[in-house]
């Protein structure tokens, strides 16, 4: 079955460290998403690709980037780790604009 | 600057009761609506879906209304289960999807 994955499901870092989490989809999906969810905020938009070589921004990009290399996968770098980056991470993907996504299981991050 | 906007944090319902879940809003450009489900340490999945088109959609026991002159959609679970205890995302979409804040229902056997 066709399915989105997120490694790690947990991840304990310190603040200024580069950290990298990673979605891999089998869907084949050119869309893909990745989201933050935080109290009182809901899922907020970091950036998002739609295809191959194709990244933009989200509603809060500032601190984040990603690379699309592929079809399956699109990580997210968080260049240098902050304690205001603690959240849950969720990746995303969807065959076009208007489709329904698809959400991974999430990445639990804390930012010491 | 929340664009969609969920403002009951939480929501308590009786088992076989109706459930209702409201969304407002800002952006009349929005052309498509969802509505997704999350339960604990899970990504969000999708529930159900309308058109800016349409004024209702409706899948088994879940409805979607959608008023856009009040820029207001709401989730109508009947009858409500326990297992429907869930945070609940709406969402609405343009070029890019904006969720809102969401809304823990809680239903109670």
Redesign the interface.
């Given at each position: 079955d066709a399915e989105?994955t997120q490694s790690p499901r947990h991840k304990i870092t310190e603040t200024g460290r580069q950290v990298t989490l990673a979605c891999h989809q089998t869907w084949n999906h050119n869309n893909m998403?990745w989201?933050r969810q935080d109290l009182?905020?809901?899922?907020?938009?970091i950036h998002?690709s739609y295809g191959v070589q194709d990244t933009n921004k989200?509603e809060v990009s500032d601190g984040y980037s990603v690379s699309r290399s592929n079809t399956e996968d699109l990580p997210l770098t968080l260049e240098s780790a902050a304690s205001s980056q603690t959240s849950v991470y969720?990746c995303?993907s969807s065959e076009s604009?208007?489709d329904?996504?698809?959400?991974?299981?999430?990445t639990r991050l804390l930012v010491l | 600057d929340q664009q969609v906007k969920q403002n009951s944090p939480s929501l308590s319902v009786q088992e076989g009761r109706i459930s209702i879940l409201n969304c407002d809003y800002t952006n009349s450009m929005f052309d498509y609506f969802l509505w997704y489900k999350k339960y604990p340490a899970e990504g969000p999945t999708f529930l159900i879906s309308i058109s800016s088109i349409k004024d209702k959609n409706e899948d088994g026991r879940f409805t979607v209304f959608l008023n856009k002159s009040a820029k207001h959609l709401s989730l109508h679970i009947v009858p409500s289960q326990p297992g429907d205890s869930a945070v609940y995302f709406c969402a609405a979409t343009r070029n890019q999807f904006y969720f809102g804040t969401g809304t823990s229902l809680t239903v109670i056997p």
């Open positions: 989105i998403f989201y009182g905020h809901g899922l907020r938009l998002y989200g969720f995303a604009d208007m329904t996504q698809y959400f991974g299981p999430g | -």
